[in-house]
């Protein structure tokens, strides 16, 4: 079946450094989701990316979409202890459906 | 608004019991979702709803059923519950079908 694979599972930084998850897929994407969970939270939507090679801003948080529209990255700049939390990837695969990679958690030490 | 809201937050259930989890939204969204988080395996669909009196299946089905009765309300039932549903459940809604808001969570115990 479909499936969005993240990448790191797991990442420990120190305040301050940068932090980047990737989302990739073997087959094209129709769009690409990012949900973020605080610990003890419940996932929040933050962007969606629809065209190829699509880039997006929020802040210190940059999102971009592959040419190919098989992968997507998220980068964080300067970490914050705000940040902690799993950051998800999705793909909205039509028919009211979305199916969401496994996560990447993010610690930051201070 | 409220936005979503889960009902019970907490629930300790011995195998073979039964329970219904309730979700309620307020921003007149007519789609629905029920989803599973485990450690390590993100979320999962259970069932979803495209709009009152509608229902369908999702990517792990299986043990679990669910009504719309009302716009605002979806609710998730567990028949005859197994250790293997100890998990944490998600309602959300949406309003195009696109973005999802999701509810506090409730989190499930099996005995």
């Known amino acids: 079946g479909q499936q969005v694979m993240q990448i790191p599972q797991y990442q420990h930084v120190q305040e301050g450094e940068d932090f980047t998850t990737y989302c990739n897929s073997s087959?094209?994407?129709?769009?690409i989701q990012w949900y973020k969970q605080r610990p003890g939270g419940h996932p929040v939507f933050l962007i969606q990316?629809?065209?190829?090679?699509e880039v997006k801003k929020q802040k210190r948080l940059t999102f971009q979409f592959g040419e190919a529209k098989k992968n997507s990255s998220l980068h964080i700049t300067a970490t914050q202890t705000t940040d902690v939390g799993t950051y998800f990837c999705?793909?909205?695969?039509?028919?009211?459906?979305?199916?969401f990679g496994a996560g990447t958690r993010l610690f930051v030490k201070a | 608004n409220a936005g979503v809201t889960q009902t019970p937050k907490f629930r300790v259930l011995k195998t073979g019991q039964s329970m219904t989890l309730l979700c309620a939204q307020d921003?007149?969204?007519?789609?629905m979702y029920w989803y599973r988080q485990d450690p390590g395996m993100g979320l999962r669909l259970i069932h979803y709803?495209?709009?009152?009196?509608?229902?369908a299946k999702g990517e792990v089905p299986d043990g679990y059923n669910v009504s719309r009765l009302k716009k605002q309300n979806f609710l998730l039932g567990l028949e005859s519950a197994a250790p293997s549903q100890t998990s944490v459940y998600f309602c959300?809604?949406?309003?195009?079908?696109?973005?999802?808001?999701f509810g506090p969570g409730t989190r499930l115990t099996v005995l």
């Open positions: 959300a809604s949406s309003y195009g079908g696109d973005t999802q808001y």
């Open positions: 087959t094209t994407l129709s769009n």
């Open positions: 990316l629809v065209k190829s090679g």
């Open positions: 999705a793909e909205n695969t039509g028919g009211f459906k979305t199916i």
């Open positions: 921003m007149n969204h007519e789609y």
């Open positions: 709803s495209v709009g009152e009196g509608t229902t």
